[in-house]
């Protein structure tokens, strides 16, 4: 039966119901002692994950976490690569280093910092490269995420360093915003009227405190942005808004229509022209014979992503509109669901993309 059967969920949700009545009406009529004990122990704990597993197949179902039990499992990812205790790269410093640096958020009072991770390649501190400057790739989270589990679950460091090691792409320094920089509320990475600068975070503050303490190229052409679910909405958005800061943007499992609900507040301060200002399908048909260098990456089992009929722009929707926007391409999976496992085998295509865009 698989994963995201109806019926699955169904014989579940009954079992959960039914186990706790029988255990109830038995509870007496077995046998006592260690033995009757035990029974009974065994009894509450199926009760436990048949509740538990109900639950958790219900949200799955809503949400397309996983596609199936080999996404589950994990048996379509490859083996991770050995990490340090940070969990970020590897310990003998062949896939680089990370560097944490604080970050102000505009238009706080008193003024707030953020951390940042700074992932370097290993080829940044060969003294060979000293006088090299290096071009960035901003990755951004999905919502709630934040920067170190996306950088762990990417394996973006084992990546990114092969891929660097076979000549396939040049050198290059990533960087990890958080993208939730006034929690719990979701920006949606955009500047709210009245609220917090999400989008000037990301566009500005970040780049203007990376360039000053790394060797990075500051030209647009070399900066480039990428992110998951809500991180890839955003990547395409802040790309398209500010395409002098950035060259090229990559959407993995986005979506491309401004959203709100009740995690987001309203976002728009009820302007429909703001709102379309903020939606990447909109902003891309503003100019559609000018080049677009934009990656869009997505499952075909991934429900939050891929959904032909639903009201808002999908990735499906996205593609159908930029058919003939010069630069722009997809990259389409048969399987996998609304998580890191389904994408990040193609973590290496991602790279040697943005490397032919001249990005990277």
Not at 31 to 59: E, K, M, S
Not at 90 to 98: E, F, H, I, K, T
Not at 142 to 161: C, E, K, L, V, W
């Amino acid at each position: 039966m698989s994963l995201t059967s109806p019926t699955l969920l169904a014989v579940v949700a009954v079992l959960a119901l039914l186990f706790p009545i029988g255990l109830a009406i038995t509870w007496r009529m077995g046998p006592g002692g260690v033995v009757g004990g035990f029974i009974r122990f065994v009894g509450i704990l199926l009760c436990q994950l048949l509740a538990i597993g109900a639950i958790g197949l219900y949200a799955n179902n809503t949400f397309g976490f996983y596609d199936d039990w080999d996404d589950v499992l994990g048996v379509k990812a490859p083996p991770p690569a050995v990490i340090d205790t940070a969990g970020l790269v590897a310990g003998d410093g062949s896939q680089g280093r990370v560097v944490t640096i604080s970050v102000p958020i505009p238009a706080t009072n008193p003024v707030q910092k953020a951390g940042v991770l700074v992932w370097l390649p290993k080829q940044y501190d060969d003294p060979a490269n000293q006088s090299q400057k290096f071009p960035v790739l901003m990755v951004l989270p999905g919502q709630p995420s934040n920067p170190q589990d996306t950088m762990h679950a990417f394996d973006f460091a084992s990546y990114a360093s092969h891929q660097i090691d076979t000549g396939k792409v040049k050198p290059f320094i990533a960087v990890f915003p958080p993208i939730m920089i006034a929690p719990p509320r979701d920006t949606e990475c955009t500047d709210i009227p009245n609220g917090p600068q999400a989008e000037t975070w990301l566009a500005k503050s970040v780049r203007n405190a990376v360039v000053p303490k790394f060797r990075v190229d500051p030209a647009g052409a070399k900066w480039s942005v990428m992110g998951f679910s809500t991180g890839g909405f955003c990547a395409a958005k802040v790309m398209l808004r500010n395409r002098n800061e950035f060259s090229a943007a990559v959407s993995v499992g986005g979506y491309f229509d401004a959203e709100t609900d009740p995690t987001t507040g309203e976002l728009f301060g009820g302007s429909q022209q703001l709102r379309n200002e903020n939606s990447p399908i909109w902003l891309v048909g503003q100019a559609p014979t000018t080049k677009t260098n934009l990656l869009i990456v997505v499952s075909k089992q991934d429900s939050d992503s891929w959904a032909p009929g639903a009201a808002y722009a999908d990735s499906s929707k996205m593609i159908a509109a930029t058919a003939k926007v010069p630069g722009v391409q997809s990259m389409v999976l048969p399987s996998g669901g609304h998580n890191y496992s389904t994408y990040t085998p193609s973590v290496g295509a991602i790279l040697q993309w943005l490397g032919k865009a001249g990005s990277i």
